[in-house]
């Protein structure tokens, strides 16, 4: 008996802890997940407004990703919020579609469906503070993500830092079976921008005014994953 149930409860402990990160969360905006913009407490220029429930302490599964562009907020916004565009430089983002868009780009509360690690969402913007701030909001009932965009000015351009916040079942079973996938799409998905921002700076100009992104590229950036 005493080596049954010896047996059961580290079994019972990792079930426990296993459901207990599948737990969902309201959507964010809501009284439940309420949205901080900076009306609450002040927030540093460098840091993330996360919604009350989707902070990273708390999540299931977490990542960062960050990189340095030589160029300036404006022009990495420009590439960035042209959504539509993602499938031709970005693997990790196909079918995009920006509802109720005449040119295909993220405004504020805007919905767009797309198909990203092999599910398909309809995520809405949650926060749009040009060139700075971007992040949104993907919902299904087997996964919920936050999903951030921070556009740091630096002397040599701008740092962008992109975090991601999950919860669900599917956020536990991505962390278990597939730690690094989103991880490494991210950071594509920044060395690519910062392919085509410079490509854009390179030729229109330092000031980033009107840039438009040209081509496609694979570089480096700075990463790091978290899973619980």
Same mark, same amino acid.
């Not at 960035?80 to 693997?91: C, I, K, N």
């Not at 993220?106 to 926060?127: C, H, I, K, N, P």
């Not at 496609?216 to 899973?227: F, K, M, N, S």
């Given at each position: 008996m005493r080596l049954i149930t010896s047996t059961i409860t580290p079994i019972a402990i990792a079930c426990y802890a296993f459901l207990g990160g599948c737990a969902t969360v309201p959507p964010a905006g809501t009284p439940e997940n309420p949205l901080d913009l900076g009306a609450g407490t002040p927030i540093?220029?460098?840091?993330?407004?996360?919604?009350?429930?989707?902070?990273?302490?708390?999540?299931? #599964?977490?990542?960062?990703n960050e990189i340095e562009i030589d160029a300036p907020p404006a022009v990495v916004?420009?590439?960035?919020?042209?959504?539509?565009? @993602?499938?031709?430089?970005?693997? +990790?983002?196909?079918?995009? *579609?920006?509802?109720?868009?005449a040119d295909g780009r993220?405004?504020?509360?805007?919905? #767009?469906? @797309?198909?990203?690690?092999?599910?398909? #969402?309809?995520?809405?913007?949650?926060?749009f503070e040009p060139p700075y701030r971007l992040s949104w909001e993907s919902r299904k009932s087997t996964i919920q993500g936050y999903h951030a965009w921070l556009l740091i000015p630096t002397e040599r351009g701008t740092r962008v830092v992109t975090d991601e916040?999950? #919860?669900g079942l599917l956020a536990s079973l991505q962390?278990?079976?597939?730690?690094? *996938?989103?991880?490494?799409?991210?950071?594509?998905?920044?060395?690519?921008? *910062?392919?085509?921002?410079?490509?854009?700076v390179d030729g229109r100009g330092r000031d980033g005014t009107n840039a438009e992104a040209g081509s496609?590229?694979?570089?480096? +950036?700075?990463?790091?994953?978290?899973?619980r």
């Open positions: 540093a220029p460098d840091a993330i407004r996360w919604p009350a429930r989707y902070r990273p302490e708390q999540a299931t #599964f977490f990542v960062h916004w420009d590439t960035l919020v042209h959504a539509e565009s @993602w499938p031709d430089w970005y693997e +990790g983002a196909t079918n995009v *579609k920006v509802l109720d868009s993220l405004s504020g509360g805007a919905a #767009f469906s @797309w198909r990203t690690m092999d599910l398909d #969402f309809v995520s809405r913007v949650m926060e916040s999950q #919860f962390g278990i079976f597939l730690p690094n *996938k989103l991880r490494r799409l991210h950071d594509v998905w920044l060395a690519n921008l *910062k392919h085509r921002a410079e490509a854009a496609t590229g694979v570089g480096g +950036g700075e990463v790091a994953a978290r899973a």
